[in-house]
């Protein structure tokens, strides 16, 4: 397979066009990536352009690729959305990478109740930025010619209006309807995961009240890092993703 890399910004390169790749993705494509002329490459904007073609000049500060086919994929409909929870350590941005990598559309950053890590202020615009590379990374690992959208944090309030509009579903261990076994209805799914000590009885009342439906993954209770990313595999499935 060829090696993907991204443009910064929207393009209308043509067949026969050239396409430059600068700054860090030039770097990574050169001294990480190791391209060379001749190898056959695809750049993506990120916004359903595909484009294929060969390496015509390779270095660090520069690599032009000459196109040899366009392609324009169309965003997914309905779309995933992953709401995640922020949680300590490392653990929401492993959800983040991985729900990327299988096919969520847009990543929300939830500030919940029991959320031990805290974005405020300026924490708040960073580690927006941090989890926007996060998905950058791991869409060009896996491909995508769409790159999800990292919004803004959220409140708990947000989501209640939010789910009088699409379809919200929580992931609750206590919940008797399994996800396996809802169908489609065309909405939006927007998947609403807990922090470590999962979401509160407060917040389910209120988001359930406001129409979102709570629903249990499997079994066995996930990790924050694992929930989203495996909802997101068995969505896909009954969307006819995959």
């Known amino acids: ?8 910004s ?3 390169a043509a067949v026969g066009d050239v396409v ?5 993705e030039a770097k990574h494509a050169a001294v990480v990536r190791r391209l060379r002329v001749g190898e056959a490459v695809t750049v993506g904007d990120g916004a359903g352009v ?3 073609g060969v390496a015509e000049a390779v270095s660090p500060t520069l690599v032009e690729v000459r196109i040899e086919e366009r392609i324009e994929h169309p965003a997914s409909t309905p779309r995933i959305v992953l709401v995640q929870a922020l949680a300590k350590g490392d653990r ?10 299988l096919g969520v559309d847009e990543i929300v950053p939830w500030q919940a109740a029991r959320s031990v890590s805290r974005w405020e202020g300026p924490k708040a615009v960073k580690g927006r930025e941090r989890w926007a590379t996060i998905v950058r990374e791991a869409a060009k690992q896996a ?11 959220v409140s708990t309030a947000q989501l209640v209006t939010r789910a009088s509009v699409d379809r919200v579903l929580l992931l609750d261990p206590t919940a008797s309807v399994r996800l396996s076994e809802l169908e489609p209805d065309g909405r939006d799914i927007v998947l609403v995961v807990g922090p470590e000590g999962g979401i509160s009885d407060e917040e389910l009342a209120r988001l359930a009240d406001a129409g979102a439906e709570r629903v249990l993954l499997g079994d066995t209770v996930l990790r924050t890092s694992t929930a989203g990313p495996a909802a997101i595999a068995l969505l896909s499935v009954a969307l006819g993703r995959w």
Request: aromatic share 8%; net charge negative.
């Open 1 to 8: 397979m060829a090696l993907h890399f991204l443009v910064e």
């Open 10 to 12: 929207s393009t209308d």
């Open 20 to 24: 430059s790749l600068t700054g860090a």
């Open 50 to 52: 595909w484009l294929s």
């Open 92 to 101: 929401d941005e492993l959800a983040v990478q991985a729900a990327c990598e």
């Open 143 to 153: 491909h995508r010619a769409w790159v999800p959208d990292v919004v803004a944090p």
